[in-house]
């Protein structure tokens, strides 16, 4: 992207949502911010509409932050919780139809590798649980089958919580929910372990309650598919309003579960991505910072 | 790497010597492919398509494409072509019948996205009992998802009509996609002479920048969510916003009458219009009523033959005018539900003159002998 786009025509400064202002004047584009950035900058989301106590949203902010090349990143999203917030991102995205975000993401990777092969556009898909290892598991698996350079990211609510609720792939075994009026039956789908097995050079589960550690996991895992192949982040952001927890509650959840050892922090990377990010400098320094 | 050179449209389309091959229909989807100036195509099998992206896969190999991949299904290719549209480039795919099923839910999303997106369909039965045999019945469902549609009675419809798609879903004021239809079989696997333009020349390339929504690269502000209206709350101005894009949408498609009309040389083709009784017909029946309409001149009888080749846009005026002078209006037609003479009979005034007859589907061929039969009954 050329930076000098966003820029104020002269003499519309002063009729330009303030929003917009300080977004030009002080947003991330070009500049290397990360998660112990953020109240420094103008963040690249706006006001969303997403419940109060959100973790999802929480964890989407964190991941808008750790973009190491917000002004020539492409996001694809899917239908659920997050479909609703993305008309707030200043960076292009595309809301396609439901877990169809992998497929429109390997297009469009395809598309803009052969209309800019000098310049890096990362394309990342962001998605919740439905979208990807329901609905769309065949399509995000064969992206990792066929070595496309994406980094997929899967916000994990453990429920198909924009439509009120119901029982999804990564729902815990026994939740009952809707459509699983006896309780869900078999466990949350193992997702990593499948990623690793299809293909993806970098595979991590993380959750927003360790924000730091987030930005790294994405940033590294947006690295990975630049060079080296595909990359899997898991993140855990159980959905209190579904669950009926109290929206100060969640990320005490979050660390409940995962001293229970229900949910674990993980990270796989492949020896060939290991001495690509090792080869990083930048990634070094990020890394030491953080 | 092949070398080719780029000229205008109009050159290709009606200067350029061209040269005669005895092709079969999948052929000439390669050929068409070949002038094309494709950047990127998408494949996945299904019967009868699966051969012409064979074909351009082949093409792709000798250097006429940049990008060439088989999907793992027709709703992913659909969805990895839509994927590349917004990301800039001129795309391409086929499909067929079931496949067209599969992938249903994008089309109406490349309309609503505003990609130009070329598609060719190659009619097939839907299933159940199963089948592979041609029948038109997949348009019956495409005719109201926003795309534009042709349909190719021969090889060399098909042939024009995939290269001139292009340049007419590509015009800024149109740019939506182009599905290009021809019977299965019948065209596809039957060999016959077309006439091409030389294989070193091609269309100028896309460019995103013409696209009257932002091109998802990062390259253009507004930054912005998908390449339309993005409307998901519930307030007075995201239902309007959704309304007004619909409806430009369907403008899109009436702007793109002149541009059909110049380069397809009009929406439809008359021989004897002034006839009092005219066959009117699409794709394949076409060349079945122009065997009776022979048969039936050579009686003595005043019959004529209407060959539509846009069904989005509908030549509405021009069946209108014709409706209002003809006693009758034949059509035949390669599937069960008649929906060509529905369409017909959504415009004419006199709804009484459309016989919606002979029709015959499953795969079964249409003699026209069956047509000369309602020819007859016209003048009995």
């Not at chain 2, 012409?52 to 991949?69: C, N, P, R």
């Not at chain 2, 239809?181 to 070193?200: I, M, Q």
């Not at chain 2, 006199?350 to 007859?357: F, L, P, Q, R, W």
Request: with cysteine.
């Amino acid at each position: 992207m050329s930076k000098g786009l966003f820029k104020i025509s002269p003499g519309f400064e002063d009729v330009m949502p303030a929003e917009y202002k300080e977004l030009v004047n002080n947003g991330p584009y070009g500049k290397d911010l990360g998660v112990s950035d953020l109240g420094t900058f103008k963040e690249l989301i706006e006001e969303h509409p997403l419940c109060a106590g959100c973790a999802e949203a929480l964890a989407l902010r964190l991941i808008l932050a750790s973009l190491p090349n917000s002004e020539d990143t492409v996001i694809v999203g899917s239908t659920g919780c997050s479909s609703l917030l993305f008309p707030q991102v200043a960076v292009q995205n595309i809301h396609s139809l439901f877990g169809n975000q992998n497929a429109v993401a390997t297009g469009l990777k395809r598309a803009l590798r052969l209309r800019f092969p000098d310049k890096v556009k990362d394309v990342l898909v962001i998605a919740g649980d439905g979208a990807t290892v329901d609905i769309g598991l065949d399509m995000v698996m064969q992206s990792w089958f066929r070595r496309e350079l994406i980094t997929t990211i899967m916000l994990d609510n453990e429920v198909y919580a924009n439509t009120g609720g119901q029982e999804s792939g990564m729902s815990p075994q026994g939740a009952v929910l809707h459509m699983a009026p006896l309780g869900k039956k078999f466990p949350k789908v193992n997702l990593p372990e499948i990623a690793r097995e299809a293909g993806c050079a970098y595979v991590a589960t993380i959750s927003p309650a360790l924000p730091r550690r987030l930005g790294k996991v994405v940033r590294r895992a947006i690295l990975v598919a630049r060079e080296i192949g595909p990359s899997y982040v898991q993140i855990f952001c159980p959905c209190p309003t579904n669950f009926k927890w109290p929206s100060a509650q969640v990320l005490q959840k979050i660390r409940d579960r995962q001293k229970e050892g229900i949910f674990k922090v993980r990270e796989y990377v492949s020896p060939e991505a290991e001495a690509y990010l090792a080869g990083l400098e930048v990634v070094k320094q990020h890394d030491e910072e953080q | 790497m092949t070398t080719q050179q780029v000229v205008a449209p109009e050159y290709l389309f009606f200067e350029a010597e061209r040269e005669r091959q005895f092709i079969t229909g999948s052929e000439a989807v390669r050929e068409a492919i070949k002038r094309a100036n494709v950047d990127m195509a998408i494949s996945y099998p299904i019967t009868p398509q699966s051969e012409s992206m064979h074909l351009v896969g082949d093409i792709y190999a000798q250097g006429y494409l940049k990008e060439y991949f088989r999907g793992e299904s027709e709703f992913a290719v659909m969805s990895a072509v839509a994927g590349a549209a917004m990301g800039g480039v001129r795309v391409f795919t086929a499909t067929a019948g079931p496949g067209t099923l599969r992938a249903f839910e994008v089309f109406p999303t490349w309309a609503g996205a505003r990609l130009p997106v070329v598609c060719a369909f190659m009619t097939r039965g839907i299933n159940s009992p199963l089948t592979i045999q041609p029948d038109t019945i997949e348009m019956a469902f495409l005719l109201d998802t926003g795309i534009l549609m042709f349909h190719a009675e021969s090889a060399q419809d098909l042939y024009d009509m995939i290269l001139k798609a292009f340049v007419i879903a590509e015009q800024t004021d149109v740019h939506i996609p182009v599905g290009v239809f021809t019977d299965g079989f019948f065209v596809t696997h039957t060999r016959e002479e077309v006439a091409t333009a030389p294989a070193d020349l091609k269309l100028p390339p896309y460019n995103p920048y013409s696209a009257p929504v932002p091109v998802m690269d990062m390259e253009n502000v507004p930054v912005r969510q998908m390449r339309d209206p993005f409307v998901m709350k519930s307030n007075f101005i995201s239902y309007a916003a959704h309304a007004s894009w619909q409806q430009e949408i369907l403008a899109a498609q009436e702007r793109a009458r002149k541009h059909v009309r110049r380069y397809l040389g009009g929406l439809l083709e008359a021989e004897h219009p002034e006839a009092a009784v005219l066959v009117v017909a699409a794709g394949t029946a076409v060349s079945q009523g122009r065997e009776a309409v022979a048969a039936a001149r050579r009686e003595g009888l005043e019959v004529g033959l209407v060959k539509l080749k846009s069904l989005r846009p509908f030549p509405r005026e021009e069946l209108r005018m014709l409706g209002r002078q003809a006693r009758a209006l034949i059509v035949p037609e390669f599937n069960r539900v008649g929906w060509l003479a529905r369409e017909i009979k959504s415009v004419v005034e006199d709804t009484t003159k459309v016989i919606d007859a002979p029709r015959v589907f499953g795969g079964m061929t249409m003699p026209p002998e069956l047509i000369l039969a309602q020819i007859r009954r016209c003048y009995a």
